[in-house]
């Protein structure tokens, strides 16, 4: 008798959490989402398959990160042979339970100019923002570039790369909350019980 009732049980329990996942995965909570940081940053440390230093879009951040380190760069000929450096956009979902100050999270890194590769580079500190114009930095991200794929060696990865700044938190739901269809029409409101 009580095999047949943990049997019947578990039936029912892999059952809702079957359904709650056919659920996650057509509808989201309206408020609730994945936030999406980015920034614009450089990844130094390439051999010699980086940006042509005579390209400005390369030079002139450079010449900004050494004259900030005490090394001010005369005339941006001084960077023409440079190779080892690449602009690049890094970006970093977090997810949709939000972040606190100190959480790390992945972090993708893509060429934006003429790199032939991001293979060995490291990537310098780099504030990343809200995706709207002035927002403010959330989280900071650096570290060492693994390249996932390689017939894609201008897209890497830093696993852990981000720290969070400050924290992202999701609106708590109240009684009552919109569930958004995949594709973005919401379901109607649905009544939710606080524990």
Same mark, same amino acid.
């Given at each position: 008798?009580?095999?047949?009732?943990?049997? +019947? @049980?578990?039936? @029912?329990?892999? %059952?809702?959490?079957?359904? *709650?996942?056919? &659920?996650?995965?057509?509808? %989201?909570?309206?408020?609730?989402?994945?936030?999406?940081?980015?920034?614009?940053?450089?990844? =130094?440390?390439?051999?010699?398959?980086?940006?042509?230093?005579?390209?400005?879009?390369?030079?002139?951040?450079?010449?900004?990160?050494?004259?900030?380190?005490?090394?001010?760069?005369?005339?941006?000929?001084?960077?023409?042979?440079?190779?080892? +450096? *690449? @602009?690049?956009?890094? %970006? +970093?979902?977090?997810?949709?339970?939000?972040?606190?100050?100190?959480?790390?999270?992945? &972090?993708?890194?893509?060429?934006?100019? *003429? *790199?032939?590769?991001?293979?060995?580079? =490291?990537?310098?500190?780099?504030?990343?923002?809200?995706?709207?114009?002035?927002?403010?930095?959330?989280?900071?991200?650096?570290?060492? @570039?693994?390249?996932?794929?390689?017939?894609?060696?201008?897209?890497?990865?830093?696993?852990?790369?981000?720290?969070?700044?400050?924290?992202?938190?999701?609106?708590?739901?109240?009684?009552?909350?919109?569930?958004?269809?995949?594709?973005?029409?919401?379901?109607?409101?649905?009544?939710?019980?606080?524990?």
């Amino acid at each position: 008798m009580t095999r047949t009732l943990c049997a +019947c @049980l578990l039936i @029912l329990l892999s %059952t809702s959490i079957a359904r *709650a996942q056919i &659920v996650r995965q057509m509808a %989201t909570i309206e408020g609730q989402g994945a936030s999406g940081l980015n920034g614009l940053g450089l990844v =130094v440390g390439l051999p010699g398959t980086g940006d042509s230093g005579k390209d400005l879009m390369l030079a002139r951040p450079l010449a900004e990160v050494l004259r900030n380190k005490g090394l001010p760069i005369a005339d941006f000929d001084e960077l023409r042979s440079t190779r080892s +450096c *690449a @602009l690049v956009m890094v %970006t +970093c979902e977090v997810p949709e339970t939000g972040g606190r100050t100190g959480d790390q999270f992945d &972090v993708t890194v893509s060429a934006i100019g *003429a *790199a032939s590769s991001l293979a060995g580079g =490291v990537l310098l500190h780099t504030p990343l923002t809200g995706p709207f114009p002035g927002s403010e930095a959330y989280a900071m991200a650096t570290g060492d @570039l693994v390249v996932q794929d390689v017939n894609a060696p201008t897209k890497a990865t830093v696993r852990d790369g981000a720290q969070m700044i400050q924290d992202i938190r999701m609106p708590q739901l109240g009684e009552r909350f919109n569930l958004l269809l995949r594709g973005g029409r919401p379901s109607g409101v649905v009544g939710h019980e606080q524990e």
